[in-house]
C-alpha cells in the first residue's frame, strides 16, 4: 500500500478547492489510518465518467463510538477523536469532514472549530439536534429533540466567526426528515442555516428510497443555486453517486461501509478458526500477509513525515 501525507495547510484547503473544481466529491468513512489508507488508493473506472476515486474522508461519530463499543451518544471527546485522525493524516494526503454531531455547547464549538482547523481537517458537520444526541437512522424509534432554528443559526454564526482559515467549511446538517417534520420545515431551516453563515447544508434522511432527498435537492437549489449540498445514502443506497451529482448534489459521503465491511469479516473469520480448529480455512477471506508486511512510502517520505 502506498503512503503519502501532506502539510495540514495543503490538506485543509484541498476539499473546498477539489469542490470548486470538480463539483462534485465522493467521501469514504475512514476509522483508522489503515481504513484510510485503503480508501485512498481505491480506484475504479466507470463508463462515461472514466477514473474515479474518493476524494476524501468522513470522520463519522457512529464508526468512531462504535469501534470503542459505545453508543453514538456523543461520548467519545472530540480531542480523543483528532488523535485518531493525526493518525490517519500521517499515512494519508487526502482531506477529511468531521461529523461534529450537534455541535455540543455553542461555547464549546468555537473552541471545537479552531481545533479542528489547527488538525487540518477541512470542515465540520454539525446536526440541528439538541439534548441526548442519538444516531438519526434510529429517527422516531428513540427520544429526539430538534433544536430551534435560531439557537442552531447562532451556532453556526459562532463557529463561522471563531474560524480563522477561510477555506475550512461549517455544514448545518438538517434533520427535519429523520424525525418526520414536513419538507417545509426542513427548507425552512436550510434558507436560515445558510443566511446565518453555514458553506453548505447536509440533508438526512433514513428512508429506504431516495425520493425525499430528491424532492429536497430540486427545492432547495431553486433558493440557492450554488450553495453546496451533501448526501448521505446509507438506507437509500440503490440511488448512484452520479444520480445524485445529476440531481443537484455536491458531496456523497460513506459513512460507515469500512467498520461495517470490517466487523463482518473479522466475525466470519473468529468464528471460522474455531470451528474448523486451525485457520486453512480463513485464508481467502484474509488479506495476504505481505500486504501487512509491506508499505510503499511514496518517494521516500518516511511514515508520519
Ligand atoms: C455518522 O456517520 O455518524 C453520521 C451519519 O452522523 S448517520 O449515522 O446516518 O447519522
Ligand atoms: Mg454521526
Redo the contacts with the bound molecule.
Keep these: 500500500m502506498i503512503v503519502r501525507s501532506v502539510s495540514h495547510d495543503v490538506r485543509r484547503a484541498s476539499l473546498r478547492e477539489r469542490l470548486e473544481l470538480e463539483g462534485f466529491v465522493r467521501l469514504l468513512?475512514a476509522h483508522d489510518p489503515l481504513s484510510a489508507m485503503v480508501g485512498e488508493n481505491a480506484t475504479a473506472v466507470l463508463p462515461e465518467v472514466g477514473h474515479v476515486e474518493f476524494d476524501g474522508f468522513?470522520s463519522?461519530?457512529?464508526?468512531d463510538s462504535a469501534r470503542r463499543g459505545l453508543p453514538?451518544i456523543e461520548l467519545v471527546g472530540m480531542r480523543s477523536r483528532l488523535q485518531g485522525i493525526a493518525e490517519m493524516f500521517a499515512v494519508t494526503s487526502k482531506p477529511l469532514l468531521m461529523?461534529g454531531d450537534t455541535g455540543g455547547r455553542v461555547e464549546h464549538f468555537e473552541y471545537t472549530v479552531r481545533d479542528l482547523e489547527r488538525a487540518g481537517v477541512s470542515g465540520v458537520v454539525i446536526?440541528d439536534k439538541t439534548g441526548l444526541k442519538q444516531?438519526?437512522?434510529l429517527g422516531t424509534s428513540v427520544p429526539q429533540l430538534l433544536e430551534t432554528v435560531e439557537a442552531f443559526s447562532e451556532k453556526i454564526a459562532r463557529g463561522k466567526a471563531a474560524q480563522s482559515r477561510p477555506e475550512f467549511m461549517i455544514v448545518a446538517r438538517i434533520e427535519s426528515l429523520i424525525l418526520g417534520m414536513p419538507m417545509d420545515d426542513a427548507l425552512h431551516r436550510a434558507s436560515a442555516y445558510v443566511s446565518a453563515g453555514a458553506d453548505a447544508v447536509m440533508i438526512?434522511s433514513?428512508q429506504s428510497s431516495p425520493r425525499e432527498v430528491l424532492a429536497f435537492a430540486a427545492l432547495f437549489r431553486a433558493a440557492h443555486p450554488t450553495v453546496p449540498l451533501v448526501a448521505?445514502p446509507?438506507t437509500y443506497n440503490t440511488i448512484r453517486a452520479e444520480d445524485l451529482r445529476a440531481a443537484g448534489f455536491n458531496v456523497v459521503i460513506y459513512?460507515?461501509h469500512m467498520l461495517r465491511a470490517s466487523l463482518r469479516a473479522m466475525d466470519a473469520v473468529a468464528r471460522k478458526i474455531l470451528n474448523h480448529d486451525r485457520t486453512l480455512e480463513v485464508e481467502p477471506a484474509c488479506a495476504d500477509l505481505k500486504d501487512l508486511l509491506t508499505v510503499e512510502v511514496e518517494s521516500g517520505r518516511a511514515v508520519g513525515a
Excluded: I, K, P, Q
Design positions: 468513512e468522513w463519522s461519530s457512529l464508526t453514538d461529523d446536526e444516531n438519526s437512522l438526512h433514513r448521505v446509507t459513512a460507515n
